[in-house]
């Protein structure tokens, strides 16, 4: 009912309840990319295995995310019903005391007595509205849902934000060329990023925006400053 009711209003859209995988996905996709390209490429002279190593780390790190995402939300999601256990088992068991919290929730959102005592009597009416109200303002718990389309949707934004800074790499010749379009393509997909997050969050776009930006520039600093590292140890990956 809640969710019915917001879709009425435009100023809630609803993938606003996938923007922790969106931005979370796309992020960490242009982020890693990156922040690996410039390391990678500041340490080898050969393109082609810049190509190679990028498309395989971003590959390997859309999947490592939508599997780790799939298991962080069904963990999450098995440990709410492990909870909803315990309080069904309080609510038959400890039947006073689970009302008197409910009595002490409604109190504490500043109803008075007798409000308090009309709520408290038809929360308890139904059992399934007590245990709702019981896991959210009692254990503050929001049922997970769907952990699969979770990994989904952060995998497939990895790969959507990760892929077009290694573009240049493939159209681009020399290097150091391809380097510079990748770092101008990122910047166009993180800005992209930060204006998403604008639309849902709204408040500053230039401050999303810039925000976004910073983070996977300072990304990028940490992997070039972690390849020229590599070349004062004489490190300097393949150049063949």
Same mark, same amino acid.
């Given at each position: ?16 309840? @996938? ?11 242009? /982020? &890693?990319?990156?922040? @690996? ?13 810049? *190509? /190679?190593?990028?498309?395989? &780390? ?20 098995? @440990? ?26 409604? &109190?504490?959102?500043? @109803? ?5 005592? /009309? ?34 949707? +952060? ?31 990122? *910047? ?9 997050r604008w639309f849902l969050n709204k408040g500053s ?16 600093? +940490? ?18």
């Amino acid at each position: 009912m809640p969710r019915q009711i917001a879709e009425r209003e435009p100023e809630h859209p609803a993938s606003g309840q @996938f923007l922790r995988d969106i931005v979370f996905g796309a992020n960490d996709g242009v /982020v &890693t990319a990156i922040g @690996f390209l410039v390391g990678f490429a500041s340490s080898v002279s050969n393109q082609g295995v810049v *190509v /190679v190593a990028g498309a395989l &780390t971003i590959v390997a790190g859309a999947a490592s995310m939508a599997l780790g995402n799939f298991l962080a939300v069904k963990s999450q999601r098995e @440990f709410y019903d492990a909870m909803e256990k315990v309080e069904r088992w309080e609510m038959e068991n400890k039947h006073e005391t689970e009302i008197e919290e409910i009595r002490e929730i409604y &109190t504490n959102y500043g @109803f008075d007595k007798q409000a308090v005592e /009309v709520l408290t009597k038809r929360v308890i009416a139904d059992k399934e509205l007590w245990l709702k109200v019981m896991m959210r303002d009692e254990l503050g718990l929001t049922r997970e849902e769907q952990p699969a389309l979770a990994g989904v949707l +952060i995998g497939i934004f990895y790969l959507l934000a990760g892929l077009p800074p290694l573009l240049p790499f493939v159209f681009f010749k020399p290097l150091t060329r391809a380097l510079v379009m990748s770092l101008i393509v990122a *910047v166009l997909v993180m800005a992209l990023i930060g204006s998403f997050r604008w639309f849902l969050n709204k408040g500053s776009l230039g401050g999303k925006v810039v925000e976004t930006i910073l983070i996977g520039l300072i990304a990028a600093t +940490i992997g070039f400053l972690a390849g020229e590292a590599l070349n004062l140890l004489g490190i300097s990956g393949v150049s063949v």
